[in-house]
């Protein structure tokens, strides 16, 4: 069984806009998955019929067997979604917004004031329950939706852009936070545009573009298939000239920076043997870009090339 | 660092205690909406309410008299709690669902395992609980006018309860298709209003010219006032089974209707 199974997925919005082009997936039980794509792809039409926003054209779709054309509500109870933009009663108060999330899944208030202590503590929101939820900072207001999200005790909690505008100490948290939910067996679909988030947090990723799933596989086999990065080198001394260092090509970004691309077959011990023979000594080093992104931005590239 | 400690295991809810208490919570949700603006869904009925008996009841109703054999005072009372009881249950449906719409939080509901007749069942208590409060509340005002006999309290009860839950739910239909808040005020500035107006509640039909009176009994106000009247009075222009027999059919209809509109994801889905 998977915790969501797609097949031949359509979606052909009123305007002609052809959102998604037959979409199969299927994401595991216990899986953090990334659904990345640029932005249109088809993402958040995708999340939006898993959790009924969006009325599908064609195709089916399955949350742990339960089909969303059959049994929609047993479907949905299993869901958790926390969604790109802000939805909830910015008048409310957290407390009040958590409480009544909970009893549109059926929990009884006595219950709900329970989960909603537990889980507004957990995101150290517990402190603003009572003030009104439109005075919360724009990372309080992400941890809420997570919170909400998670009243119900979802199988599979799905994640639009969940830290989106949110500062790097918070984000860091928040995917500590997300570790910890999905360790304790909590399926999770992630989009974000952050790729580093991605590679950091999911186990499994799809790639989709213009409607229709390019790439899927799992995150490690995907890096894999990385043949060349780009690594950056700070060195300790000024380098006067692009120094010479049998296969492989170096370049001089400023006095104290060069880059080089070495490729799979390639090791980094040959390149700084190669070096220190020439007084170059490196303080440090960094990927250029992130690995994901740059697999990302070339799928999609060379999509784009064959369109 | 944020807590991550394991949630206990979640236990399967059946859909039918889902439903149930999705229900109340939506009617909580409301009350509590109610209440939180009281000065917006309470004060104004009781105020308006208040000018109509100072200036139609006790300044003009003085010179007109005695109307279908009662006094002036008591014969408009019915209409004038049933008016507000109409246009309040109407306004309370139309603005909170238009508002979970216009800030998104109707997506609370929509991905939630509740049924589309629930959503529209929930609103509806809540439009109906705000129309017998301000019912209520007009009620007490109109006593410290007039007196007010209960010649027929099943009826009474029967016709606020379901007028209310007919114009809570063309607040409804009004909200799924509205785009903007011009479009939530137009149907009550433009066609309720009116209707209120010409729905008998401040004269009998029965002075209006036989072209009048038919064109009138179009009017499905007129049939509630009427009704409601009859359960404090005993008196109606209208038949008053007839009355009750429309207020279900229209009751059914757009309840029926509503769902379908959800159904379809018409104003709410893309």
Known sequence: MFALSTRALTKVYSNGVQALRGVDLDVEQGDFFALLGPNGAGKTTLIGIITSLVNKSGGTACVFDYDIDRQLERAKSCIGVVPQELNFNQFETPMTIVVNQAGFYGIARPEARRRAERYLRQLQLWDKRNGAARGLSGGMKRRLMIARALMHEPRLLVLDEPTAGVDIEVRRSMWEFLRGINDNGTTIILTTHYLEEAENLCRNIAIIDKGNIVERDHMSNLLRRLHTETFVLNTRDAVVSVPGVAGFVLRQVDANTLEVDISKEQNLNELFAGLTPLGIEVLSMRNKVNRLEEIFMRLVESRAGHA | ?270
């Open chain 2, 1 to 270: 660092m944020l807590d991550t400690s394991a949630p206990p295991a979640a236990a399967e809810i059946s859909l039918a205690e889902i439903r149930w208490v999705g229900f109340r919570t939506i009617v909580i949700r409301e009350y509590g909406r109610i209440i939180r603006i009281w000065g917006q869904t309470l004060v104004p009925a009781v105020v308006t309410a208040t000018l109509y008996f100072v200036i139609f009841g006790s300044l003009i109703g003085a010179r007109v008299g005695p109307m279908a054999g009662f006094d002036y005072k008591q014969y408009i009372a019915p209409g004038l709690i049933m008016m507000q009881v109409i246009q309040v249950s109407y306004a309370n449906v139309v603005s909170s669902f238009f508002g979970a719409k216009f800030g998104k939080h109707v997506e609370e509901l929509l991905v939630s395992p509740l049924p589309n007749w629930i959503i529209v069942a929930g609103y509806t208590a809540g439009g109906l609980l705000r129309g017998l409060m301000v019912g209520l509340i007009v009620t007490v005002v109109s006593l410290v006018f007039t007196r007010l006999p209960v010649a027929h309290p099943v009826a009474l009860v029967a016709a606020a309860l379901l007028s209310s839950v007919v114009f809570s739910l063309a607040g409804f239909v009004n909200a799924i298709f509205a785009r903007n808040f011009d479009q939530v005020n137009w149907i009550p500035t433009f066609i309720l209003t009116p209707l209120n107006y010409f729905g008998g509640v401040f004269y009998s039909v029965s002075m209006l010219p036989t072209w009048a009176q038919k064109v009138s009994m179009a009017n499905p106000i007129l049939h509630m006032v009427n009704a409601f009247r009859y359960g404090f009075l005993g008196a109606s222009d209208v038949h008053v089974q007839g009355a009750f027999v429309l207020m279900l059919v229209l009751a059914v209809t757009l309840f029926a209707l509503c769902v379908g509109l959800l159904d379809r994801g018409i104003g709410t889905r893309d």
